[in-house]
């Protein structure tokens, strides 16, 4: 088994100092990004013993124990039977994976961390997790984090490098520019990061073999994954078939997703839930649009509006491919040295959006209209900045306009704190707009 440095680490390491077993730790997100490989890693560095439990293959007697939780001393002398594992009191962890699967052992837990024996860490996919709920009483201890794929910095770690982001950093906090030669190499580096993705099997697969269209299939599998999730979730396929049409509803520059040219004959109103589902799934990145940017930008959100990203990059485009039997070596090393003929904004939109969905932020957009016909101008992403907002545009090219930008910023001039253009050119500040290069973005 590979383990790549996450970020998380520190955050869980927060956890355990500062909560001292006064909660447990549920880790939610996507399937296949890496929760299980760290939870255990935590546990093997950071106490004397762990056990973990697998509830996906856990025997029946396991999950039996948790009917009945009144006798704790008899659950745990079983558990340390059943699994060969000495617990230790406050020096050992006990983790819950696939906890969705087991949904009285995470109604045990508010019991569990009462007694105080033993830490305990959750791991879950969030939607099994929400749709595992229906019947047991969700417990109040837990401390919850959401973990995404690799992000950008995590990603240049795992390939051996850890110098540029922290050098990229400092360009960007001081306002350098790279020069034309070094900011060819680094866009170049991250285009990289957007084929390969910052899933933890591609990202491996990459490192063993060089090879992109074997990394490809090792993205076909988790899309299929993915897509038999929505299944069991959503039988009629309707979820799927809106997961499977994100990189053709983006590429037509559209100004919010249209259902019904992904499902026939449905409508917005009638699918909200399963937007609900994309969105906790975490497979997905959805932005809505506000309907009156200010600070409170969740107050302005219109659930009938709104934009969908894929939650990792790589596998964008490996969706956007997938009328093929293999996405070729060929149109890997075009899009890797920007050769390919395509108008790649939308993928270029969508990374942004999974490098402010890592830092934490939550995705909003906004469009003008325009008097004449049924164009409008639109802003792709809002962030909240002290007591004000700030708008992001984004280009893969013809950055020397950005009336959108500038339509925002007239209508809406006592509300901005920056004015920010993600685009593939290098770092500049030019009439109070910051030119960011798409690589910096999760600098933000």
Known sequence: MIYFKRKMYERMLQWKKERDGATALLIQGARRIGK?????????????????????????EVHDLFKDV???????????????????????????????KAPLARQAIKHL??????DYIETGSLISVYKS????????????????PMDYEEFKWAIGDTATIPLLRTAFEKKISLGDAVHRRMMRDFRLYMLVGGMPQ?????????????????????ISLYEEDFRKIDASGRATAMFDAIPAQLSKNASRYKVSAAIPGERQDRVISLVQALEDSMTTNIAYHSTDPNVGLALTKDNEKYKIYAGDTGLFITLAFKDKDFTENIIYNKLLNDKLRANLGYVYENVVAQMLRATGKQLYYHTIPI?????????????????????IEVKSSGYKTHSSLDAFC????????NKFLIYTKDLKRENGVNYIPVYMTLFL
């Open 113 to 118: 961390v009462k007694d105080h024996r033993y």
């Open 133 to 148: 709920t229906v019947d047991i009483v969700i417990p109040s201890e837990e401390t919850k984090v959401d973990m995404f």
């Open 36 to 60: 299980s490989t760290l939870a255990e890693e935590f546990a093997r560095n950071e106490y004397t013993s762990f056990m973990l439990i697998d509830f996906s293959i856990a025997p029946a």
């Open 410 to 417: 007239d209508k809406f001039s006592d509300r901005i704190q």
């Open 202 to 222: 591609a990202v491996a697969e990459y490192i063993k073999t060089n090879n992109l269209s074997a990394v490809d299939q090792v993205k076909r599998d988790i």
């Open 371 to 391: 008097a004449e016909g049924k164009k409008y101008y639109e802003i792709d992403f809002l962030i909240s900045e002290s007591n004000k907002v700030s708008p």
């Open 70 to 100: 009144s006798d704790l001393d008899y659950i745990f002398l079983r558990l340390q039977l059943i699994y060969r594992v000495q617990l230790i009191e406050r020096q050992s962890v006990i983790i819950f994976d696939e906890v969705q």
